[in-house]
């Protein structure tokens, strides 16, 4: 994956049911990088799907200092943190029955140029 940060995703319904989303911690812009995290930690294949987006055009940017650290040292952080407590285990749905724990094959869609 070329881009952990693109914002345009497809998730597949088994993705969605596996990972514990109230265990996602990060907000704004990171929450997409977590979303992958999370996936790619529970053995999900992540394939990228290019597209193109135009420049922005009208408006403004919602990004701000807060987003920045969050992405900056709040991705350094879950990093980190996956490398001496189990992440995964963390952020898999055990309520769920439809979460199969055979998801090696299955793929989350990411956007990219």
């Known amino acids: 994956m070329k881009d952990p940060t693109a914002g345009f995703m497809c998730y597949k319904k088994e993705v969605l049911d596996t990972i514990n989303?109230?265990?996602i911690t990060f907000v704004g812009y990171a929450f997409q990088i977590e979303m992958k995290f999370a996936a790619w930690k529970l053995g999900f294949t992540i394939k990228e799907v290019p597209i193109v987006f135009k420049d922005r055009t009208k408006g403004i940017s919602k990004m701000n200092k807060g987003i920045v650290k969050e992405g900056i040292?709040?991705?350094l952080k879950l990093r980190w943190d996956s490398l001496f407590k189990n992440y995964r285990k963390r952020v898999?749905?055990?309520?769920n029955p439809s979460a199969v724990s055979t998801i090696k094959n299955t793929e989350v869609f990411a956007s990219g140029e």
Not at 92 to 95: L, R
């Open 73 to 75: 040292l709040g991705v």
């Open 21 to 23: 989303l109230d265990q």
């Open 92 to 95: 898999k749905n055990n309520d």
